[in-house]
Structures are given as structure tokens and as C-alpha cells.
């Protein structure tokens, strides 16, 4: 009696030589593919962009870097006592130095530790902000950045050869105080400081403190005195 295999057994074997011959077309057009959208390397001419869709890469066009055209910069985090001739003396190593401008408090006059200068070539200035940029000076890491000229603003140099001289407060209040008054104005003022001391003296009452509080010169005025004429 001679073994025939079933039909099931060689309906599998069938199947299983099919699959295995789909992967290799699989991988055949695979390859296919990857090679059309492979481009051959050359150092000269490598393509710069491919494209998702596949296709043959292309160059980009080389684009120039752009020249710093900026002449002014931005330091930041000046120390005290680096003020502006000390700037200047140290910043004439890069270059001439056109303008310098520190900012100061209107009211006392103090560095607000930033400032600006501006330099007469742009290669200056850049050289300037890679050398200077996170420079330690009196534990202080400048800040210097180039600003560009469209966003210089225009009123920045104002007022920058003029020495600044922070005003004299206590002058202006001494002037305000002893200025001449009118007897209006003379008797209002002494009212109100009689108030305050009213004031003054009930909140120590109520503190439980046993205080004399001096009495306020000019709080009292004096009695006209009576002019008698002689009859004749």
C-alpha cells in the first residue's frame, strides 16, 4: 500500500512556499525603492533636501552669513565705580570710541549698572561683544550685546555730553521752609502743627505714659499791646 499525503498537509506546504516567496519580492522592491530615492555621495555635490515623496535630492542655495552692520552695544551688569571716563579709558584698547551714555537715577544720581557705547567701524563693536560677553570684572560678568540700528532708539544719545548734576534736595527744602510767608499762610501753618501735636500728645495718653510734652513756640500769639496817647 503506497502513502499519499493529504490534502490539508499539502494545501499548508503550498501556503508556506507562498509566503516565503512574498518576502523575498517584499524585500526585492524594497531595495528597489531605497535605491531610487538613495543619491550617490559626493562631498562637491551632496544634496542638501530630500524630499518626504521620494525623488532625486537637490542643492539648497548657499546663502551668505550677514554682516553686523551694528555700531552700538549694550553693557550690562557695570560694577561700581566703572563709570564713564573709566569706560572710556578701558574700551580705547578695541577702538575709537564715538559715544558713551551710563544710566543714572534722575533723583540721586547713582549708576543704574547699564549703559551704552558706540563704536565707529561694526567689526569693532562685534569683536568687542565676543571678547567682553561674560567677563568677569569687579565680581561683576558684564552683559554686552550689539544692538542693531533699527532698534537704536532715537532719543538714546540724548543729553550725552552734558555733565550730570543730581539736584540738591536738601537745598530745595531748606529754600521751601524758609521761604517768606504771608500772614495767612504763617497762621495756617502753625495751626496745623498745633494739630498734630494735639494729636501727638492724646496718643501718649492713651499709651498710659506720664509725659509733659513742651509747649510749640509761636503757638500763642501775643496780646496787642494797649497804646495810651496823652490828652493834652
Known amino acids: 500500500m503506497v502513502w499519499k499525503p493529504s490534502k490539508q498537509k499539502n494545501f499548508a506546504f503550498c501556503t508556506s512556499e507562498m509566503v516565503t516567496k512574498a518576502k523575498k519580492t517584499m524585500i526585492k522592491k524594497s531595495k528597489k525603492g531605497s535605491s531610487k530615492l538613495s543619491v ?99 565680581e561683576h560678568i558684564l552683559q554686552v550685546h550689539v544692538i542693531s540700528p533699527e532698534h537704536v532708539h532715537p532719543k538714546l ?29 504763617q497762621i495756617k501753618l502753625v495751626e496745623g502743627i498745633r494739630k498734630r501735636d494735639q494729636k501727638r500728645r492724646k496718643r501718649i495718653e492713651a499709651a498710659g505714659i506720664d509725659y509733659e510734652c513742651p509747649e510749640i513756640v509761636g503757638s500763642s500769639r501775643p496780646v496787642p499791646k494797649k497804646i495810651k496817647f496823652d490828652e493834652e
Open 40 to 138: 550617490p555621495w559626493d562631498k562637491k555635490k551632496a544634496a542638501d533636501f530630500l524630499p518626504l515623496e521620494g525623488g532625486p535630492g537637490r542643492e539648497l542655495p548657499e546663502q551668505e552669513p550677514q554682516k553686523s552692520t551694528g555700531t552700538v552695544l549694550y553693557i550690562g551688569r557695570i560694577p561700581h565705580g566703572f563709570y564713564e571716563n573709566e569706560m572710556e579709558g578701558f574700551f580705547k584698547q578695541f577702538g575709537v570710541v564715538k559715544r558713551l551714555k551710563i544710566a543714572r537715577n534722575k533723583k540721586t544720581g547713582k549708576s543704574k549698572h547699564f549703559g551704552f557705547i558706540e563704536f565707529e567701524s561694526p567689526e569693532v563693536a562685534k569683536i568687542v561683544a565676543e571678547c567682553m560677553h561674560n567677563y568677569l570684572l569687579f
Open 157 to 185: 544719545w540724548k543729553g550725552v555730553n552734558r555733565l550730570y548734576k543730581p539736584l540738591d534736595r536738601v537745598q530745595i527744602e531748606r529754600k521751601r521752609q524758609n521761604k517768606e510767608r504771608t500772614l495767612e499762610q
